[in-house]
C-alpha cells in the first residue's frame, strides 16, 4: 500500500476572555444561606458583574437566579452605578443566588447608608436561618423513624 501524507490540522485554542477585576477604593460585604458564604467587592463603575471570575450569565443559566442577585440593584436603582467582583463557595446554586443577594444588600447599605430604610423593607437585610435539620439517633434521617414491622 502505497503511503499518503498525513495533513496536520493546527487548531488554535481560543482565548478566554480574561474578566477584568476593577480597582480603587471598594465597599465590603460578605452574605451567608445555608452553607454558602459569598464575599462582596462594590466598586464605581457600569454595572459589570462577575462571580468567581466568571460574568454572571456563565456563572448563573437560569434567569430567576440572575433576578434574585440583581434585586438589591433593581429596588435601589443602582443597577448601572456598581462594578461588582463576588467569590462564594459551599452549598448549590440556589443557596449561592441566596447568600449573593445578601452580601449585595449588606454591601449598599454600606456604599449609601440611605438604602438601610428600602432594603430592610424588603427583607434583604435579615440572614434566612432555614437550614438542614440534624439526623438524631435511633431515626434515618432528622425525622423519618425505621419502618415499623408488626411481624
Known amino acids: 500500500m502505497p503511503r499518503t501524507k498525513k495533513t496536520v490540522k493546527t487548531v488554535e485554542a481560543k482565548e ?3 474578566h477584568a477585576t ?4 471598594y465597599f465590603y460585604a460578605k452574605g451567608k ?15 459589570i458583574i462577575s462571580i468567581n471570575n466568571k ?11 440572575i433576578g434574585l442577585v440583581k434585586s438589591p440593584l433593581k429596588l435601589t436603582g443602582t ?5 461588582i467582583t463576588i467569590k462564594t463557595e459551599g452549598g448549590g446554586i440556589n443557596s449561592q443566588a441566596g447568600a449573593i ?4 444588600a449588606r ?22 436561618p432555614r437550614s438542614k435539620e440534624r439526623k438524631k439517633f435511633g431515626l434515618k434521617r432528622a425525622r423519618r423513624a425505621p419502618q415499623f414491622s408488626k411481624r
Open 16 to 18: 478566554q476572555p480574561k
Open 22 to 25: 476593577p480597582g480603587g477604593k
Open 33 to 47: 444561606r445555608k452553607t454558602s458564604v459569598a464575599t462582596i467587592r462594590l466598586y464605581k463603575g457600569t454595572g
Open 55 to 65: 460574568p454572571i450569565n456563565e456563572f448563573f443559566n437560569v434567569k430567576t437566579l
Open 79 to 83: 443597577d448601572a452605578k456598581y462594578d
Open 101 to 104: 443577594r445578601h452580601a449585595l
Open 107 to 128: 454591601a449598599l447599605v454600606e456604599a449609601d447608608p440611605l438604602n438601610k430604610h428600602t432594603i430592610k423593607v424588603a427583607g434583604m437585610l435579615t440572614r434566612d
